[in-house]
């Protein structure tokens, strides 16, 4: 294994923020991943495993060694009465997945097209969007135990799939994600309860569903390799209906065990804080939830514009906002 000193991890993380890392090396295959984690815990350094630096907020200086996960691959392995079966490569760019699924006549992932990241980090925020989550098809994965160094494989229930979570975020750093295998429906259905897709009908083609979505993400979300921001920066909060019935005028999505989801992205708005920038961090001109980096900003800059976001919303509507990015 070749481990590079000093590397740079300005352009891996979508939020561009000025980064490098004490020790970095491409992980490519099993074996050189387990030659990494082998390499942290001879020297004891801390391991962090980047895919597309899409759900991070870097320091200056990552210490420790950082993997940077290139494993490939995409391929159906069965094809059921019911479902195409489908397994890619942790590093696979998720978008480009999601495109070649749609291409290839496997549809279902069209409502998550556009989402940056890679297929090995989709699982750990179980990603949504547009009404589809990822837990909707997902069948297993396989993932390197790093405390008991050995390959497992864990079905949907080992994962503890929620509203953008999983086993694997609740224990940062065991689990290293190697490949994720889906079960595509055959007989496709659309989507398309979602504001901005319900023109779409039972007749409707999924690479049409694709386009819109791809549309709508555009219309209000910055390109990241244009303007730096790691998507919605801030969980949805779940409240008591109690407590959404004081905020009469907020959206409200009702869930299955009587608590009421909010839109942080309204909650941020009504603070006044749409477009609102703190030195280089900001939120997007078009949309409240997403922090972007006007150039040249560091952790600390994003992490007092955050603390400012989460301040207001509390005062003005005792709700507790919670980070989605991880800091590392």
Request: net charge negative; with cysteine.
């Amino acid at each position: 294994m070749d481990f590079i000193a000093d590397f740079d991890l300005t352009h891996e993380n979508t939020l561009g923020l000025k980064s490098a890392a004490r020790l970095a090396a491409h992980i490519t295959n099993v074996d050189e991943l387990e030659a990494t984690v082998d390499e942290a815990a001879a020297r004891a350094m801390p391991l962090t495993i980047l895919g597309g630096g899409s759900n991070v907020v870097l320091s200056e200086s990552v210490e420790g060694i950082v993997g940077l996960m290139r494993i490939g691959g995409r391929q159906r392995t069965e094809q059921s009465a019911t479902d195409n079966i489908i397994t890619a490569g942790a590093g696979e760019n998720w978008h480009e997945f999601v495109a070649w699924t749609v291409a290839n006549e496997m549809p279902g992932l069209e409502n998550l097209a556009g989402i940056p990241g890679t297929v090995g980090a989709a699982p750990v925020q179980n990603i949504g969007a547009y009404g589809v989550q990822l837990s909707d098809f997902f069948l297993s994965l396989t993932a390197y135990d790093t405390q008991n160094r050995k390959t497992l494989t864990f079905d949907r229930e080992a994962c503890g799939f929620g509203y953008r979570k999983s086993r694997f975020k609740a224990d940062p750093g065991r689990y290293i994600i190697l490949s994720v295998t889906l079960a595509l429906p055959r007989q496709w259905q659309v989507t398309n309860a979602y504001a901005g897709l319900e023109k779409f009908q039972a007749d409707a083609r999924p690479d049409e569903v694709m386009a819109q979505v791809l549309a709508l993400r555009q219309s209000k979300l910055p390109d990241w390799r244009v303007l730096g921001n790691a998507g919605s920066f801030f969980h949805n909060p779940v409240v008591s209906l109690a407590h959404a019935q004081t905020i009469p005028d907020a959206p409200r999505y009702p869930q299955p065990d009587g608590s009421v989801k909010l839109s942080a992205g309204w909650l941020i708005e009504q603070c006044g804080l749409k477009g609102e920038r703190l030195g280089p961090v900001g939120t997007f001109e078009k949309h409240a939830l997403v922090l972007v980096n006007h150039g040249g900003a560091t952790r600390a800059d994003v992490s007092r514009f955050s603390a400012l976001v989460r301040e207001r919303v509390k005062t003005r509507f005792s709700v507790d906002l919670v980070q989605e990015p991880i800091e590392i």
